[in-house]
């Protein structure tokens, strides 16, 4: 089983920064796409980063130029790195990762799709 955990949301005034980090745990064998989703009260989930494996990335519009998405494949640890932050860019923020998981055999089992649990950022006005 592969577990992704996540942290670094809180609260800041607008204008300022926070780095989410996205941790992966387990069984891994690789980790592929990783999407970074936000949903805000009412609405409806978003995907507002995707960093492939070989780190290319894919911003929305409304985050493009102030958010920034890498991955430390040492860690299994994907980041987003938020700057410039705006009231609305007030949800939770979830991971998603496709992982290929571990064989006993130490080869490459069936890769599925994990979210993480959420972490709340709130931007202040």
């Known amino acids: 089983q592969v577990q992704l955990v996540e942290s670094g949301g809180g609260l800041v005034q607008a204008g300022g920064s926070l780095r989410l980090s996205c941790a992966a745990s387990g069984s891994i064998f690789s980790i592929n796409d990783v999407g970074w989703y936000r949903q805000a009260p009412g609405k409806l989930r978003e995907r507002v980063a995707l960093i492939t494996s070989s780190g290319t990335t894919n911003y929305a519009d409304s985050v493009k130029g102030r958010f920034t998405s890498s991955r430390d494949g040492a860690k299994n640890t994907v980041y987003l790195q938020m700057n410039s932050l705006k009231p609305e860019d007030t949800a939770v923020y979830y991971c998603?990762?496709?992982?290929?998981?571990?064989?006993?055999?130490?080869?490459?089992?069936?890769?599925?799709?994990?979210w993480g649990q959420g972490t709340q950022v709130t931007v202040s006005p």
């Open positions: 998603n990762a496709d992982v290929s998981e571990l064989t006993v055999w130490g080869g490459r089992g069936k890769t599925r799709g994990y």
